[in-house]
């Protein structure tokens, strides 16, 4: 049987990725003591792979497909040229759905406030190319050095100042830095390589990987409405209703009464249902969703 080979995030994406996969309908197991998930579809095999080397290993044709973040694409195609196919722009993180950031920060007392006050310095990162890039790109001559790790802590003995990875700033702010600019804003991203994109079959079956996940991120936050209304109510229900695209309205086998289906905000239930009571609503369910494909 021919499978797909996918490979999966390791480290701060793993544990979000595998919950997405869940929420597509995939169910992922992870080993700690293996590289290989076992996964409910015969057709997939997966790997555990390193988000720094995903798209080394998605270009070197090493796995059809996988999932690592717009920043190490970027990384890796500014080292060595090698191109990837997006096939899918998935905004999920470890913590949380948004975009993820690698941003120039600084110590709270030192003197640099802009990128142009770090002329001649020395920036750590581990996004060493993208950083270096950056700097070219504004006419900033600095030295960019690699960093194994614990980034936050090396300005301003080790460093003048840093490019890190950071959703909400917290743990910047926990170290004293100030952050002067971004540099670069990060979505994960299912990649393939162009080789398996060749082969109808896996080019198919990685489209449909796609559509599943981003069904999956278009549900999240948001759930089913169904009620019951009078037909004399309906207009004043239908007000109080914001939708995906319109409410479906279906006749009940009382002609007086209609069936409303809609999908909202799940933040927007509670001060809803109250309301679409008071409208004469009956019978109001609401319901968990785990896809929507548009």
């Given at each position: 049987m021919?499978?797909?080979?996918?490979?999966?995030?390791?480290?701060?994406?793993?544990?979000?990725?595998?919950?997405?996969?869940?929420?597509?309908?995939?169910?992922?197991?992870?080993?700690?003591?293996?590289?290989?998930?076992?996964?409910?579809?015969?057709?997939?095999?997966?790997?555990?792979?390193?988000?720094?080397?995903?798209?080394?290993?998605?270009?070197?044709?090493?796995?059809?497909?996988?999932?690592?973040?717009?920043?190490w694409?970027?990384?890796?195609?500014?080292?060595?040229?090698?191109?990837?196919?997006?096939i899918?722009?998935?905004?999920?993180?470890?913590?949380?759905?948004?975009?993820?950031?690698?941003?120039?920060?600084?110590?709270?007392?030192?003197?640099?406030?802009?990128?142009?006050?770090?002329?001649?310095?020395?920036?750590?990162?581990?996004?060493v190319?993208?950083?270096?890039?950056?700097?070219?790109?504004?006419?900033?001559?600095?030295?960019?050095?690699f960093?194994?790790?614990?980034?936050?802590?090396?300005?301003?003995?080790?460093?003048?100042?840093?490019?890190?990875?950071?959703?909400?700033?917290?743990?910047?702010?926990?170290?004293?830095?100030?952050?002067?600019?971004?540099?670069?804003?990060?979505?994960?991203?299912?990649?393939?390589?162009?080789?398996?994109?060749?082969?109808a079959?896996?080019?198919?079956?990685?489209?449909?990987?796609?559509?599943?996940?981003?069904?999956?991120?278009?549900?999240?936050?948001r759930?089913?409405?169904?009620?019951?209304?009078?037909?004399?109510?309906?207009?004043?229900?239908?007000?109080?209703?914001?939708?995906?695209?319109?409410?479906?309205?279906?006749?009940?086998?009382?002609?007086?009464?209609?069936?409303?289906?809609?999908?909202?905000?799940?933040?927007?239930?509670?001060?809803?249902?109250?309301?679409?009571?008071?409208?004469?609503?009956?019978?109001?369910?609401?319901?968990?969703?785990?896809?929507?494909?548009?």
């Amino acid at each position: 049987m021919a499978k797909l080979r996918l490979g999966i995030p390791k480290g701060s994406l793993q544990d979000a990725t595998v919950q997405l996969f869940a929420r597509a309908g995939f169910n992922i197991d992870v080993n700690p003591r293996s590289y290989f998930p076992a996964i409910d579809d015969p057709e997939i095999a997966c790997t555990l792979i390193r988000a720094q080397e995903m798209a080394r290993y998605v270009a070197d044709d090493a796995v059809d497909a996988g999932l690592t973040g717009q920043d190490w694409i970027a990384e890796h195609h500014a080292a060595t040229g090698d191109a990837v196919v997006p096939i899918a722009d998935l905004i999920y993180s470890k913590q949380s759905f948004r975009k993820l950031r690698w941003v120039l920060a600084a110590p709270e007392e030192s003197p640099y406030r802009t990128p142009h006050d770090l002329e001649g310095g020395t920036v750590a990162t581990e996004l060493v190319r993208v950083t270096e890039a950056y700097f070219r790109r504004i006419g900033v001559r600095v030295n960019v050095e690699f960093s194994w790790g614990a980034t936050e802590v090396k300005p301003p003995l080790l460093a003048d100042a840093i490019v890190e990875a950071t959703e909400t700033g917290t743990t910047l702010r926990a170290n004293r830095l100030r952050i002067i600019d971004t540099v670069i804003e990060s979505n994960p991203q299912l990649i393939a390589s162009e080789m398996a994109l060749k082969d109808a079959w896996r080019r198919t079956k990685i489209e449909n990987v796609a559509l599943l996940l981003r069904a999956a991120i278009e549900a999240q936050g948001r759930v089913g409405l169904m009620l019951n209304v009078r037909r004399t109510d309906l207009d004043g229900v239908l007000a109080l209703l914001p939708a995906l695209q319109k409410p479906t309205v279906a006749p009940l086998s009382d002609a007086d009464w209609v069936a409303v289906s809609t999908i909202i905000e799940e933040a927007a239930v509670r001060e809803l249902i109250p309301k679409l009571k008071a409208a004469g609503g009956q019978g109001i369910v609401e319901y968990p969703l785990n896809k929507i494909v548009i």
